[in-house]
């Protein structure tokens, strides 16, 4: 079962949020039409912007944690390299 790592953002260089899951479609669409309260609904943070996956959910947590404790710059070019238009990589999933 693959587990997946993502960032979501408001916009380009907008708000981020790090997350981990094991669907990725499903919480995603939590996050963009706000199923859930909390800090996505709040700062209207809906677009996926990357992800990777890996087999092992130790590994996906740990990557979450160091993603979390990375610089604000570090997080945005990790973004950029792999989607410099920062589009919503959402539909790609569908």
Do not use: C
Not at 42 to 66: C, M, N, S
Not at 79 to 86: F, L, S
């Amino acid at each position: 079962m693959p587990y997946y790592i993502y960032i979501m953002a408001s916009g380009k260089n907008g708000t981020l949020y790090i997350g981990v899951t094991n669907n990725l479609v499903r919480r995603v669409n939590e996050h963009r039409t706000n199923a859930i309260d909390g800090f996505t609904r709040q700062y209207g943070v809906h677009r996926l912007v990357w992800f990777e996956a890996t087999d092992d959910i130790a590994t996906a947590i740990q990557r979450e944690k160091q993603l979390k404790n990375w610089k604000r710059d570090w997080k945005l070019a990790l973004i950029e390299q792999a989607n410099p238009g920062w589009l919503d990589l959402y539909d790609s999933l569908l």
